[in-house]
């Protein structure tokens, strides 16, 4: 059974605005899934729908098996489904410390124990504790925005783009990162730009295009794939 099932999603930002027209994302329990596809397709669109940012016009979202759409945000991270979203992902005038804090706030008396755990699996986390978040470089920003999510315990993770803007170098640590994360069974649905490595630590990749999944299949078979090399890889 999957994890999340979003089914013929329709939902957009003001009243008449349809950006996805239908769009469906399952995910099982501790499956990877690369979300490709061209700018403009409706990827973070479709994030924000399941992390409970935007009302839908039509279509079901289950989690577990239950029925989420009228299900507030702050409910769903409760139930575990945690978004990092592209940007604004940390408070950059609080210190390393304290995003971290803000990231526990749903279980605050565990916050300080996960944050050492956190801190040891992180070393630049504990080495700029007390620094202020906007002091970090572009990964390290990055390795803070996903400690928070962690910090919440998901069972979902949502994330967009997390290789956007990164040095190609701090890009490859961080996926590796992510696969790590996975591998410890964090289920993960993922946005990216930078479509053969999302796709070479993945289970299964999704081509969203004009709002709806086109495609989706095995991740590796996916990166073969001459149409989809074609389209969004360069070749
Ligand atoms: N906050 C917003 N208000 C109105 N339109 C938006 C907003 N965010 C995105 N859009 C529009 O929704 C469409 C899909 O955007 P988005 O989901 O961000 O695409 P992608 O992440 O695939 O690049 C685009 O046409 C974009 O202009
Ligand atoms: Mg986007």
């Not at 956007?164 to 289920?187: C, N, Q």
């Amino acid at each position: 059974m999957s994890l999340l099932a979003a089914a013929g999603v329709v939902c957009g930002y003001g009243a008449a605005d349809e950006i996805l027209h239908g769009a469906d994302l399952a995910v099982r329990p501790g499956e990877l899934v690369a979300i490709i596809g061209p700018n403009g397709a409706g990827k973070s669109t479709l994030l924000k729908a399941i992390a409970g940012m935007l009302r839908l016009k039509r279509g079901t979202i289950c989690f577990d098996g239950r029925p989420i759409e009228r299900t507030s945000a702050g409910e769903r991270a409760r139930m575990g489904i945690v978004f990092v979203p592209q940007e604004a992902n940390v408070f950059p005038t609080m210190t390393v410390s304290e995003n971290l804090e803000m990231g526990g706030f749903l279980e605050p008396r565990q916050a300080r124990q996960k944050i050492a755990v956190l801190s040891e699996r992180f070393p630049v986390l504990g080495e700029k504790r007390r620094a202020a978040a906007r002091t970090l470089s572009g990964g390290q920003r990055q390795v803070l925005a996903m400690a928070m999510a962690l910090m919440v315990g998901p069972r979902l993770l949502l994330l967009d783009e997390p290789s956007a803007g990164l040095a190609p170098l701090a890009a490859d640590k961080l996926f590796a990162t992510i696969g790590a994360i996975h591998r410890e069974g964090t289920a993960i649905a993922m946005v990216e730009q930078n479509a053969l490595s999302a796709l070479a630590i993945a289970d299964r990749g999704v081509v969203l295009v004009d709002g709806r999944a086109a495609r989706t299949g095995p991740a590796h078979a996916m990166a073969e794939d001459p149409e989809v090399r074609r389209l969004f890889l360069g070749g």
